[in-house]
């Protein structure tokens, strides 16, 4: 097969593929309806399923591809200013932030609404990452992305300490914090995913613009900084792009592992090492991966399985092999 055909041929068995899961996860369920009833109701009519579809699967399905497209171009990132095929973005500690917050929020303040989590999970994001950029930026914009993550993991291990600490002192905090960190997509109401929208979409097109700039800082500082790059900035920008799509993703659906590292590998052995082609490959297949484990939880037990539940499921496996590919190096 020509090389053009393949290309062709990759794209689009993704557009496909994701199309696919789409549909599949506003069909299947414990109730499923019939592709009349969700044309009908898309168009704005009113059915029997309307009420299911509006207030339970198109919410959930919406969600699914946000936070799998946000997951995905995160691992991608993370892998490449780290330089290393096991980084995940939970190490520069932005989950633990919005952890600690949730929990602030619930256990100490009594806030426990919907709107109370999400907010204060995003505040906890953004306030993790400004302070792993201020410790890891302490010698001033030529800083090396490894004093990020080394602030990253520091800050991951104190918030997770204050955390533990408050739900084992607060027992109530303790039951909301278990159900928000159990990480899923299954929501009710499609308003916080469009409220969180223009923070994903700012995320998505500052990752996408610096997918040339990633390009030349896998070649490594010198490298980048001789073609003209100033690498602080870029750490910045990249920093800024991970907080809000991994801040908006988490604040929605709680800490949801292994897409972002899962996904890098994947596209990079489909798409090569072009971040321009890997980053919107992942956009397609990060979201199909999410979608896929989401469809496959509503199915296992009885009450189904939390989507974070199944992706670390296929995840570990994955992570196994990256380990035992590599040979543990960080290169």
């Known amino acids: 097969m020509s090389p053009a055909r393949s290309e062709t041929l990759l794209w689009l068995t993704a557009a496909l593929t994701l199309s696919l899961m789409l549909a599949l996860s506003l069909l299947l369920g414990a109730r499923p309806i019939p592709v009349g009833a969700i044309w009908d ?9 309307s009420p299911l579809i509006l207030h339970g699967r198109l919410p959930r399905t919406l969600l699914a591809l946000l936070a799998g497209v946000a997951l995905g171009l995160s691992g991608i990132m993370m892998q490449s200013l780290t330089r ?41 994001t953004s306030s993790a990452a400004l302070l792993v950029f201020f410790l890891g930026n302490l010698r001033g914009l030529s800083v090396h992305s490894a004093h990020f993550v080394l602030a990253g993991i520091a800050i991951n291990a104190i918030l997770s300490g204050l955390s533990s600490a408050i739900t084992l002192l607060n027992p109530a905090a303790f039951e909301r914090f278990r159900f928000w960190n159990a990480g899923s997509v299954d929501i009710l109401d499609l308003t916080p995913v469009l409220w969180a929208c223009p923070l994903w979409l700012l995320g998505l097109g500052l990752a996408l613009w610096l997918a040339t700039p990633l390009n030349a800082m896998v070649l490594g500082q010198q490298t980048a900084t001789s073609l003209g790059l100033r690498h602080g900035l870029i750490l910045l920008y990249s920093l800024l792009s991970l907080t809000l799509l991994v801040g908006t993703s988490t604040a929605l659906t709680g800490p949801i592992g292994f897409i972002g590292l899962m996904i890098p590998p994947l596209v990079r052995w489909l798409a090569g ?20 484990a989401d469809i496959l939880g ?30 543990g190096s960080l290169r």
């Open 41 to 49: 109701t898309l168009g704005g009519g009113v059915n029997d399923f």
């Open 84 to 124: 290393n095929p096991l980084a995940d973005p939970g190490i520069l500690g932005i989950n633990a932030g919005a952890s600690f917050a949730v929990v602030f929020c619930v256990g100490l303040l009594g806030l426990s609404s919907q709107q109370a989590v999400i907010f204060s999970a995003l505040l906890g």
């Open 273 to 292: 090492q072009d971040h321009r082609r890997m980053m919107l490959l992942a956009c397609f297949l990060a979201p199909s991966l999410l979608l896929a």
């Open 298 to 327: 509503r199915f296992m037990l009885t009450n189904g399985i939390r989507v974070a539940v199944v992706t670390a499921l296929l995840g570990a496996p994955i992570m196994i092999w990256l380990v035992r590919r590599h040979g």
